[in-house]
T-cell receptor
Framework: TQLLEQSPQFLSIQEGENLTVYCNSS?????LQWYRQEPGEGPVLLVTVVTGGEVKKLKRLTFQFGDARKDSSLHITAAQPGDTGLYLCAGTPSPYSGGGADGLTFGKGTHLIIQP | DSGVTQTPKHLITATGQRVTLRCSPR?????VYWYQQSLDQGLQFLIQ???????AKGNILERFSAQQFPDLHSELNLSSLELGDSALYFC??????????????FGPGTRLTVT
């Protein structure tokens, strides 16, 4: 079973602060995706990372895929109240680490609250 | 708006009953995925269909089944419902078929409450 562990589970910070959330696994993933979910709504895709060591930037959000493709991080600079939400990482397991099903494996998520 | 539609938005039913959830994928997407989200388990992959054929199974119970029709919409059938089946059910679609990188786009979900 390819598990994705996210940390921290909960994070509450002040507007303007920086933060990093992590997504770790002992398995290799072909790709990792980050989603943001609002209560009662479907996850919204933020980014997909594919290549080990890859870094992608989306405005104030920076995503990194680990060199070994087992972990990823999301860094938010100067957080704003609009960043509040549940951040989920999800992966497509590599066939070489026992993957085969095409459904995404999700972490439990990081509940982020940005206080004004 | 992801382009994926799901109906109904909310569903309340009794234990032992059967319900059908419906999903229409984004235009051009051939793959449909079903997920269940509960507070304790998080998002769990149930099943995938690609161009009408079952492609992959995840943690789907035998009481649950799905199909994808020629127009590519999909239905998830849940039968002999139990209290523990109460959850959010999401449909996602992708243009890709398989283990290559496949970005999935999620619908707004159906909230099922079993009483």
């Amino acid at each position: 079973t390819q598990l994705l562990e996210q940390s921290p589970q909960f994070l509450s910070i002040q507007e303007g602060e920086n933060l990093t959330v992590y997504c770790n696994s002992s398995s290799v993933f072909s790709s990792l995706q980050w989603y943001r979910q609002e209560p009662g709504e479907g996850p919204v895709l933020l980014v997909t990372v594919v290549t080990g060591g890859e870094v992608k930037k989306l405005k104030r959000l920076t995503f990194q895929f680990g060199d070994a493709r087992k972990d990823s991080s999301l860094h938010i600079t100067a957080a704003q109240p609009g960043d509040t939400g549940l951040y989920l990482c999800a992966g497509t397991p590599s066939p070489y680490s026992g993957g085969g099903a095409d459904g995404l494996t999700f972490g439990k998520g990081t509940h982020l609250i940005i206080q004004p | 708006d992801s382009g994926v539609t799901q109906t109904p938005k909310h569903l309340i039913t009794a234990t032992g009953q059967r319900v059908t959830l419906r999903c229409s994928p984004r235009s051009g997407d051939l793959s449909v995925y079903w997920y269940q989200q509960s507070l304790d388990q998080g998002l769990q992959f149930l099943i995938q269909y690609y161009n009408g054929e079952e492609r992959a199974k995840g943690n789907i119970l035998e009481r649950f089944s799905a199909q994808q029709f020629p127009d590519l919409h999909s239905e998830l059938n849940l039968s002999s419902l139990e209290l523990g089946d109460s959850a959010l059910y999401f449909c996602a679609s992708s243009v890709r078929s398989g283990v290559e990188v496949g970005e999935q786009y999620f619908g707004p979900g159906t909230r099922l409450t079993v009483t």
